[in-house]
């Protein structure tokens, strides 16, 4: 089993910034992929963000720019810088944690979440 933990989500103005956090309970390096996804009123859930298994960074076109991943290997953590907030990424934030098992198998595993309001 691992641990997923999200925080660093509040209410933020528009253009606004705030730094999400997603801490494993493994090293970074035994986790074969990790992203960010959100979910905003009364739409389904978005991919915003993640590695891919050889490592590059991805970003969603609605957050490009805006947005940028990165990692802290000693703290088994990634995290979400977001800039120039706007309303619209008002939304439960979530992080994503694919962890490799025998052979070609995985599992994934998501955290509880955070909130995050852009509002004036």
């Known amino acids: 089993q691992v641990q997923v933990v999200e925080s660093g989500g509040g209410l933020v103005q528009p253009g606004g910034s705030l730094r999400l956090s997603c801490a494993a309970s493994?090293?970074?390096?035994?986790?074969?992929?990790m992203g960010w996804y959100r979910q905003g009123p009364g739409k389904e859930r978005e991919w915003v963000a993640g590695?891919?298994?050889?490592?590059?960074?991805n970003y969603a076109d609605s957050v490009k720019v805006r947005v940028t991943i990165s990692t802290d290997n000693a703290k088994n953590t990634m995290y979400l810088q977001m800039d120039s907030l706007k309303p619209e990424d008002t939304a439960v934030y979530y992080c994503k944690v694919v962890v490799g098992g025998p052979g070609s198998t995985f599992a994934i595993y998501w955290g509880q979440g955070t909130q995050v309001t852009v509002s004036s």
């Open positions: 590695f891919s298994s050889a490592g590059s960074t």
């Open positions: 493994r090293t970074i390096f035994s986790i074969r992929t």
